[in-house]
Nanobody, 122 residues
């Protein structure tokens, strides 16, 4: 069972930046993805971004060009740099692991963090 230490998030004005971090324990890098989903009130959960053991990345169209996912293998930590944030980015962001298809909605992710709130508002 993978457990997560998540940090980051908070309140930021439109156009601002935040960085999320996620450190999974019990996770083995390989073909599996680790990254973030988000869910806003009244909306469906959305796969935001993930990165796999080969360094391949995925981004939802809604965040391409604004969000950057990266990893520090030595620290076993994944980061999501979120720039030019918009009010529509407001959501609870969940770190998760699973098959890359989970971020496309084909399968369920395997493990979930507790989530962190991101609020973009003036």
């Amino acid at each position: 069972q993978v457990q997560f230490v998540e940090s980051g998030g908070g309140l930021v004005q439109p156009g601002g930046s935040l960085r999320l971090s996620c450190t999974p324990s019990g996770f083995t890098w390989g073909p599996y993805c680790i990254g973030w989903f988000r869910q806003a009130p009244g909306k469906e959960r959305e796969g935001v971004s993930c990165i796999n053991g080969e360094g391949n990345t995925y981004y939802a169209d809604s965040v391409k060009g604004r969000f950057t996912i990266s990893r520090d293998i030595a620290e076993n930590t994944v980061y999501l740099q979120m720039d030019n944030l918009k009010p529509e980015d407001t959501a609870v962001y969940y770190c998760a692991t699973g098959d890359g298809g989970a971020w496309l909605g084909y399968v369920e992710a395997d493990n979930w963090g507790q989530g962190t709130q991101v609020t973009v508002s003036s």
